[in-house]
């Protein structure tokens, strides 16, 4: 380093460090306030949800620590900030689209690429036959000013195929029923004293809503009240309920339950969730199903004519497949089948609202069933918390002092014990203090030395209360807003552990799986250093949706004497969930949020979770999991200020995810004519909570981006119908893709099984809480042993250029399958073992794969019809799991120029990006490289991605696979535009959706909108010769080409593609 750059890099730290230290002098210590933090939330959400607002400004009086926050919470929620202006005139400004200084939109483009082309000579003599057709290719597309790709030609568009018939559930028939058991003891709920009520309104009402607290037993109940007056009332032939959860494991919790109350079998009560599915299909009069069961059931049924009562639970949680269900009751369902009951409950349910939404064709009646909670539960903010632990922490440093453990906050006496402070304190009515806070009526729990101590963190006055929140806060506010104090709560668990009943278990709600590690770790003691050696030996149960029922299961299980069960959850333990030995909840306050942004369909979609503040309703739902079975407590690790703060209900899911596949499936239900309706948008705004026009129209736009759907009326396409069979299949729309261009390209199987496992939200390699280093090494060096093995004949070159993870997770699913049919030299414990995989996801997965090729038989899709043969060839293999890739990820890519001083990839619209620390992909040093395709230099890296998503303050994506330009050219992309230089009319530039460029000679630039144009279209022509073979109306010379010439062509580019990348 020279001497002048030294003495400027020193210069800069010094002038950082000068304005470090002045932000520390000037700016108060609260500037991070609780109110002004929660001030910043409501912004933040405002901008989010509202499509009318696309930017806000803040007041130019924030200080420079308030503006550092808003900077990194800013990064966190998927938005843009700007700061303009200077001294007292500086604004800072929050977006959802990254701006300029102007408060512009940024608009990226890339330099051009020189590509030196070298066609095969079979490719070559090809390019001449078709000599005429690439000059009129070249002509209409100039003449055109750029063309959608996919609709170059457009006399080939595909069309819908006629209706496919589906089969409902079967109908019911006669057969006797079992009643409650004599010994049941359920009858002491607190909602049975209104069955008779409940029952009226049903029987009177198409629609009735129910509110009732937690744990009054309306899940397990009222389903029953509505068969027992059945069998009652000689109906039960004509009776059959399905009751939806919104999680598995509630559905399948809830039928075991009943079915124990009732002493029956699964031919009774049974349940259905993805996967698994234990019910009579012509006996069952009561099923728990989730809401995407109900779903297809009703795709097979439109007028759920197969069963009497619908019982939609947790209704407040509004996921958007609830709302897609209450949109298709409303327009729909109820109009044509006037005998179907639908209840809809909730403990914490927005009652006017849901009952006003059927209004006016359907006057709804609310029932309330109010303060009838089994058990009390006492509420313990964190004020409460803190004093609790401050004073246990004296207690027991100083036990053996007199007068040194607890304080009267009325006279400030001292006493050495619980019990001769709780005395005292009974009876102190000192005058010359602020008097405390009323104790609550009845203590939640026993009255043993633990509750004295419950209670005396209660009796303090709200000066020391909120002091003591006001003194943690100011010293871990920003981070108690970023995230969750683990430290705290593993005190919290330390200190229950240390004084309560070893019986009585505890249940932890916390954001995610991240945070259940961290967590698990910390009360482990790694890092924490809290051991249990004098206390229960702690039983640490996690309950994650990424688990397996099995291991969900073992939060029901009973530990032994000597453990106390310790349940670290997420959301997934919210409601409809009862573990009978749970006595205190710890509510962190927080939970995962799905998002999707995207502001229009060229900006990079961001789709993934942030950790958000709940709402009320979730904390009500959290503290009602204690309490079921006896009294409890709740520890609410936030202040009560922040509790008021919060939204009162859930913000609906339908307007912050994707609608891509359910505004296909809508469409598909229309064009099957199980739904009537003009515009799919004006079909939306029936929902609880319309979505956007921005998000509706920037979805619309993608769905035609991908030829599932006309640019003119959205309608739907050959492309589109399959799409949408596939997304019911469970398939995401990008694999869903991968399956059609894998049947296309001829690699069919290897197509259908990258798609299944890279729709499973889990990994299929081991990942466990508190993972040695050395084996998450093992994982990094199985998946790059994965990648190198299955190539060993083709170039190293390839292999090092291109890293691919999703080639990697393919590489898992197919050696596992290979070994799990007897295939191999190895069994499948040895496999999994030797590459870290996880066999239990890895089996889910297969059987996924198998299921849906099974299905997709019936639409014409299937290894005997693809249209080209495997190929042997590894290095052919390779090329192609490229090409079945970029049509399908497409707009997900970033670039990295190859001269530059930036390391970072970026989007479209320049947003930087970083990789997933699981992905193989590295990113590569940039520096001008040979080229492979001749001596230029390849100025510009690629990389396509399944999933961007944001953690803490950077944009990571994950499932990355790096790309060769050429690539790029020939299968991204959805409009082509040719430019010509005025300088040089020999020269063409062929753009890319306005911000990727490459530049060809003339000549050559018409061969490559021919090669490109032509691909596009034998792919819409072989679907709808798949099409045809299958329905029986094959006629080849209504689609152009034979396909023998398309074939021809096809292989011939492949070749070339072999060659080029080799």
């Known amino acids: 380093m020279t001497k002048s750059k030294k003495r400027k890099r020193e210069t800069h730290s010094k002038s950082r460090n000068m304005k470090k230290n002045a932000y520390t002098v000037k700016d108060p210590p609260d500037s991070l306030n609780e109110a002004f933090c929660m001030m910043v939330q409501r912004k933040f959400d405002i901008l989010k949800t509202d499509s009318s607002i696309s930017s806000f400004s803040f007041a130019a009086t924030l200080n420079n620590t308030q503006r550092c926050y808003i900077h990194t919470k800013a990064k966190k929620s998927f938005l843009f900030t700007k700061s303009t202006g200077s001294g007292s005139g500086r ?27 070298h066609f095969p000579e079979k490719l070559g003599l090809l390019l001449s036959k078709y000599e005429r057709e690439i000059e009129a290719e070249y002509e209409r597309c100039c003449k055109k000013g750029g063309q959608e790709s996919k609709n170059a030609l457009e006399r080939l ?106 002493n029956c079998t699964t031919s009774q009560v049974g349940h259905a969730v993805r996967f698994e599915a234990h019910y009579d299909a012509r006996h069952s009069k009561l099923i728990f199903c989730t809401t995407g069961t109900l779903l297809k059931w009703l795709n097979g049924d439109p007028e759920a004519t197969s069963f009497s009562h619908l019982i939609i639970d947790e209704a407040h949680e509004r996921d958007r497949l609830v709302d897609f269900v209450l949109i298709l009751l409303k327009t729909s369902i109820l109009e044509h089948n006037r005998n179907l009951k639908v209840i809809l409950m909730s403990a914490t349910i927005e009652e006017s609202k849901f009952a006003t939404y059927f209004q006016p064709k359907l006057e709804v009646p609310v029932f309330r069933m109010e303060n009838q909670r089994c058990f009390p539960v006492d509420i313990f903010f964190l004020e409460e918390t803190l004093l609790l632990l401050q004073t246990a922490s004296t207690t027991t440093a100083d036990r053996n002092r007199p007068h040194s453990g607890w304080k009267c906050a009325n006279c400030s006496q001292r006493f050495s014990t619980p019990h001769e402070f709780g005395t005292h304190a009974a009876s102190c009515f000192d005058t010359g203090h602020k008097s405390p806070t009323p104790p609550p009526e009845s ?75 961290c967590l698990e770790r910390a009360l482990y003691g790694d890092g924490y250093g809290y051991g249990y050696d004098d206390h229960p030996k702690l039983m640490l149960v996690l309950l994650h949706s990424r688990l397996s029922p099995q291991e969900q299961q073992r939060a029901f299980e009973i530990p032994k004497a000597s453990e106390r069960k310790v349940i670290l959850a997420t959301n997934i333990a919210e409601t409809s969930l009862t573990i009978e030995d749970v006595v205190y909840v710890i509510d962190s306050g927080k939970s995962k949020q799905s998002h999707a942004l995207a502001v229009s369909a060229e900006s990079s979609f961001v789709s993934g979770v942030e950790t958000t503040w709940c709402s009320q309703a979730n904390c009500v ?17 936030f202040t009560k200020a922040r509790f008021n703060g919060m939204n009162q209900s859930i913000v609906p899911e339908i307007l912050n995810t994707p609608l891509e596949d359910l505004l296909l499936d809508t469409i598909l239900s229309r064009w099957e004519g199980k739904l009537h309706f003009g515009s799919v948008t004006k079909w939306f705004t029936n929902a609880l909570d319309p979505p956007s026009s921005i998000a509706m129209e920037a979805a619309l736009q993608r769905l035609t981006d991908i030829g599932a759907l006309t640019p003119e009326y959205f309608e739907l396409t050959l492309v589109g119908w399959y799409l949408s069979r596939m997304t019911r299949c469970g398939l995401t729309i990008p694999a869903a893709q991968m399956v059609l261009w894998g049947h296309f390209f001829g690699h069919y199987t290897m197509a ?98 198998r299921s849906t090729t099974n299905d997709l038989v019936d639409f014409g899709l299937s290894r005997s019809t693809q249209f080209r043969n495997d190929s042997a060839n590894p290095s052919e293999r390779f090329t192609a799991f490229f090409a079945i890739l970029c049509p399908s990820l497409y707009p997900n890519l970033l670039s ?63 499932l990355n696979t790096r790309l060769p330009s050429l690539l790029v050219l020939l299968l991204m992309g959805r409009k082509l535009e040719i430019r010509h230089k005025k300088q040089d009319d020999t020269k063409a530039m062929l753009v890319l959706d306005d911000w990727i460029q490459f530049s060809f000679p003339k000549n ?52 070339w593609l072999d060659d080029a990348l080799s």
């Open 443 to 517: 203590t939640s729990v026993a009255k043993t030395p633990f509750a004295e101590m419950l209670r005396s963190a209660q009796l303090c006055s709200d000066v020391e209360k909120e002091q003591a929140s006001k003194n943690y806060l100011m010293h871990r506010g920003k981070a108690e807003d970023k995230g969750v104090d683990h430290d705290l709560i593993s005190r919290l668990i330390a200190f229950i552990n240390e004084h309560a009943s070893p019986s009585e278990s505890i249940l932890v709600f916390l954001p995610g799986w991240d945070d259940i590690c």
């Open 1004 to 1055: 050559e630039a018409k061969q490559i909108v021919y090669i490109r144009n032509r691909i596009h279209a034998a792919f819409f022509r072989h679907l709808q010769r798949c099409w045809q073979r299958h329905s029986g109306e094959n006629n080849d010379n209504e689609v152009g080409p034979q396909p023998e010439e398309d074939r021809e062509f096809i292989d011939a580019v492949f070749e």
């Open 157 to 262: 568009r595909a069309v819908a195929p006629r209706r496919v018939n589906f089969r409902p559930l079967r109908p019911l028939q006669k057969k006797r029923s079992s009643s409650r058991s004599q010994d049941d003891k359920s009858g002491t709920l607190p909602v049975h004293k209104y069955k008779k009520k409940i029952l009226k309104l049903i029987h009177r009402n198409q629609v009735v809503v129910i509110s009732g607290d937690t744990g009054c037993g309306k899940s397990t109940q009222i389903p029953q009240f509505v068969l027992d007056d059945a069998i009652a009332s000689g109906t039960e032939s004509s009776t059959r309920i399905v009751c939806t959860q919104p999680r598995r494991l509630s559905a399948i919790s809830l039928a075991a339950r009943v079915r124990q109350e009732r």
């Open 752 to 849: 259908m099984q990258t798609a299944c496992v890279v729709s499973d939200s889990r990994e299929p390699f081991i990942y466990y809480v508190g993972m040695h280093p050395d084996d998450r090494q093992r994982v990094r060096s199985a998946k790059f042993r994965l990648m190198s093995e299955c190539n060993v004949d083709s170039p190293p070159k390839m292999i090092e250029m291109y890293p691919s993870d999703h080639y990697v997770f393919y590489q898992a699913l197919l050696q596992y399958a290979t070994v799990r049919n007897g295939h191999g030299s190895m069994n499948v414990m040895q496999l999994c073992k030797l590459n870290m995989l996880n066999r239990s996801v890895l089996e889910q997965i297969n059987n996924t794969c």
């Open 91 to 117: 604004r800072l400004h929050l977006s959802r689209e990254l701006m300029n200084a102007k408060q512009e939109k940024i608009q990226r483009h890339l330099p051009p690429q020189l590509i030196n082309l």
């Open 621 to 637: 739902q959290r503290s009602g999991r204690a309490g079921r079975v006896g009294p409890g407590v709740c520890f609410r690790v």
């Open 896 to 958: 990295l120029q190859a001269i530059g001083k930036s390391r970072r990839w970026a989007s479209r619209d320049n947003v930087k990006v970083a990789m997933d620390n699981s992905s193989c992909v590295t990113a590569p040093v940039p520096t001008a490289q040979p080229s492979i395709y001749g001596p230029n230099v390849e100025s510009i890296y690629w990389l396509m991605y399944q999933e961007m998503t944001q953690h803490k303050d950077v944009r990571t994506v994950k």
